[in-house]
C-alpha cells in the first residue's frame, strides 16, 4: 500500500489533502491552548475565591478560628488553593510538552512538505518538457515528411514534363533528395526524442513520482502518530495531577473529621462566660406595711438595704438596669474592671502574658549589650565600652518599667482570682484606675460582691450609697415605662453598635433622643418603641426639643 502507485495521478488532491492533515494539527493545537487557558483562568479564580473567605490579620474574623468548625473551613481554603496549584501545573505542562512542542513540529512540517511538493512539481515540470519536446519533433518530422512528398511529386512532374529544361529538372531533384533527408534527419531526431522521452517518463511514473509520494506519505503517517502521542500526553498530564488534587481533598475530608463539637463548646463558654451566678429569688414585698427609707448611719449593708440593693437586681421587669444602663460606653478602664470577672482575669492574664514576653526580649538585649560591652573591654580597638553604657542603662530602665507594669496587672489577676482581698476605694482612687464615668450599676450587699458590670464594688461612703439607693429607687417605676422623646438627632458619620447597650445608625439617619449626654460622651436614641441604645455624641447632632420635659435650654 504505496501512495506512489495507488495514488501515482492524484497528485492535486494529495496537496489538499497533507494542506488538511497540517490544519487539523493546527486546530489540535488551538484547543489545547484554550484549554491551557481555561485551567489558568479556573486556578486564578479559585485562588481568589480562597482569599476571600481568608481571616483578616488582628480581626475577630481571627478569634473566630479557634474553633474546629472554622479550623476545618480555613483548611479547605488552603486546600483549595493548592487544588488551583494543580490546575496551574497542568496548564504549565500542556503549553510545553504539546503547545509548543506541537508548534515547533508544525513549522517543520510546512518546511518538509514545500520540500516534497516542490520536487513533486519539478519532476513534473520535466517531463512536460520532455512531453512538448517529443511534440516538436514530431510535428517536424511530421513536416519535413510532407514537404519531402510534395518535392518528390514536383520532381516527378518536372521530370515528365517534355517543355522543362534538364537544368530544371536538375534543380527540382535536388530540392527532393534535400527534402528527403530532412525528412530522414527529422524521423532520426523524433525517434531519438521519443525513446528519451518513454525513458523519462517510465522514470517520472515509476520512480520519482513513487518516491516522492512515498516521502508524503511517511511525512503525513509521522504527523498522525504525533497527534496520537499529543492526546495520549494531553491525557496523562490531567492524570498526573490526580494524585495531588486526591491529597487535596483528602486533606478536607480529614479537616471534616477533626471537627470537635465538644471542643467548639468548651471554647464559646470559654469566651463568653461572665463569672457571674444567676440571681437568686425575689423576695415578698409586702406593702402593707409602711415603707420605711431610713437609711444606716454606718452603711446599706444592713438588713433593709441589702434587702433593696437585692430586689432592685432581681426585681427590674425588663433588665436595663445592668446589662444596658450600666454598659461600659467609653475607653476600656486599664484593669479592664467593665468586664465580667471571668473575661476580665483571660484579659489580664493575656496582659501579663505580653508584658512577661516584652521583659524576657529586653533581658536578652540587655545580655547582649552586656557582653558586647566585655568584648569592648577586653579588646578596646573594637569599641569604647562607654559607649554602651547610655543604651545598657536605657534598656535597663524599661525592664523596670515593663517589671513595675506587669506587677500591676499580676495584682489586678491575683484580685479576680481571689488570691488578694479586693482594694479598697481610696486605693482604686490613688491608682487612677477608677472609672469614675461608670458607676457601678448596683449597690453592693455586701463588701467584695461583684456588680453585674465586672467591677468590683467595696465599702463606699455614706453619701454615695443614699445617692444610688435613692436613685435606683425612682428609676424602678420609670424604666417600666419608655422614656419621652426630648428630641431628635442626625447621624454624621456611620456608627456600628456591636457592644451590649449600643444601637447601630448610618450616615444621615434621624432618630429621637430620650437622654442627653450625662457627660459620659454618649446620648440615648430610639429608633422605635423595640430599638433603642447609646450612640457616642460626637457622632450625632442634636436637636433639643425646648418645651420637652427634662430638656435643657441653651442660650
Known amino acids: 500500500m504505496s501512495w506512489g502507485t495507488e495514488l501515482w495521478d492524484q497528485f492535486d488532491n494529495l496537496e489538499k489533502h ?11 493545537i488551538k484547543f489545547v491552548k484554550e484549554r491551557t487557558e481555561i485551567e489558568l483562568s479556573y486556578a486564578k479564580q479559585l485562588r481568589n475565591l480562597s482569599k476571600k473567605y481568608q481571616p483578616k490579620k488582628n480581626s ?26 494543580q490546575h496551574e501545573v497542568i496548564s504549565e505542562n500542556m503549553t510545553s510538552q504539546i503547545t509548543v512542542e506541537l508548534a515547533r513540529y508544525v513549522q517543520e512540517l510546512k518546511q518538509e512538505r514545500k520540500s516534497h511538493f516542490h ?46 529544361t534538364k537544368a530544371d529538372v536538375e534543380k527540382a531533384r535536388q530540392q527532393a533528395q534535400m527534402r528527403h533527408q530532412m525528412a530522414e534527419d527529422s524521423k532520426a531526431d523524433y525517434s531519438s526524442i521519443l525513446q528519451k522521452f518513454n525513458h523519462e517518463q517510465h ?19 509521522r504527523r498522525i502518530v504525533r497527534i496520537g ?52 429569688d425575689i423576695e415578698f414585698e409586702d406593702y402593707t406595711q409602711p415603707m420605711k427609707r431610713t437609711v444606716s448611719d454606718n452603711s446599706l449593708s444592713n438588713s433593709r438595704g441589702e434587702s433593696k440593693s437585692e430586689l432592685k437586681f432581681g426585681g427590674k421587669s425588663k433588665g436595663k438596669l445592668w446589662p444596658f444602663i450600666k454598659k461600659n460606653k467609653g475607653a476600656t478602664p486599664e484593669d479592664f474592671s467593665n468586664l465580667p470577672p471571668e473575661q476580665r482575669r483571660k484579659k489580664l492574664q493575656q496582659k501579663v502574658d505580653e508584658l512577661n514576653k516584652e521583659i524576657q526580649k ?3 538585649q540587655r545580655d547582649a549589650i552586656t557582653k558586647m560591652k566585655d568584648v569592648y573591654l577586653k579588646n578596646p580597638q573594637m569599641g569604647d565600652p562607654a559607649s554602651l553604657d547610655h543604651k545598657l542603662a536605657e534598656v535597663s530602665q524599661n525592664i ?80 417600666e415605662e419608655s422614656l419621652p422623646a426630648i428630641g431628635t438627632c442626625k447621624a454624621l458619620y456611620t456608627f456600628e453598635g456591636q457592644n451590649e447597650g449600643t444601637i447601630s445608625v448610618v450616615e444621615g439617619e434621624t432618630v429621637y ?25 460626637s457622632y450625632v447632632e442634636v436637636y433639643l426639643d425646648k418645651n420637652a420635659k427634662g430638656a435643657k435650654t441653651y442660650i
Open 60 to 85: 475577630k474574623e481571627e478569634e473566630e478560628y479557634r474553633y474546629t468548625a472554622c479550623k476545618a473551613f480555613l483548611s479547605t481554603l488552603n486546600e483549595m488553593n493548592d487544588y488551583a496549584g
Open 18 to 28: 497533507t494542506q488538511w492533515g497540517i490544519d487539523i494539527l493546527e486546530k489540535y
Open 400 to 479: 523596670e518599667k515593663l517589671r513595675l507594669e506587669a506587677q500591676k496587672f499580676e495584682a489586678w489577676l491575683a484580685e479576680v482570682e481571689g488570691r488578694l482581698p479586693a482594694r479598697s476605694e481610696q486605693a482604686r482612687r490613688q491608682s487612677g484606675m477608677y472609672d469614675v464615668q461608670n458607676p457601678p450599676a448596683v449597690n453592693s450587699c455586701a463588701q467584695d460582691r461583684e456588680s453585674p458590670d465586672g467591677s468590683y464594688t467595696e465599702e463606699q461612703s455614706q453619701e454615695s450609697e443614699v445617692k444610688v439607693l435613692a436613685t435606683d429607687f425612682d428609676d424602678e417605676f420609670d424604666d
Open 203 to 221: 522514470e517520472y511514473y515509476h520512480t520519482h513520482i513513487p518516491n516522492i509520494f512515498q516521502k508524503i506519505q511517511e511525512m503525513e503517517e
Open 119 to 164: 520536487d513533486g512539481r519539478k519532476a513534473q515540470q520535466h517531463i512536460e518538457t520532455c512531453w512538448k519536446q517529443l511534440e516538436s519533433s514530431k510535428r517536424r518530422f511530421e513536416r519535413d515528411c510532407k514537404e519531402a512528398d510534395r518535392a518528390q511529386q514536383y520532381f516527378e512532374k518536372m521530370d515528365a514534363d517534355i517543355n522543362v
Open 229 to 280: 502521542e499529543s492526546v495520549k500526553t494531553y491525557a496523562e498530564l490531567d492524570r498526573q495531577v490526580i494524585p495531588i488534587i486526591g491529597k487535596c481533598l483528602d486533606g478536607i475530608v480529614k479537616a471534616a473529621e477533626s471537627i470537635d463539637p465538644k471542643n467548639d463548646s468548651q471554647l464559646a463558654i470559654e469566651a463568653y462566660k461572665s463569672g457571674f451566678e444567676p440571681p437568686g
Open 362 to 364: 529586653e533581658m536578652d
Open 513 to 537: 433622643v430620650i437622654e442627653e449626654d450625662k457627660g459620659d460622651g454618649w446620648t440615648r436614641i430610639r429608633r422605635n418603641e423595640d430599638e433603642e441604645g447609646y450612640v457616642p455624641t
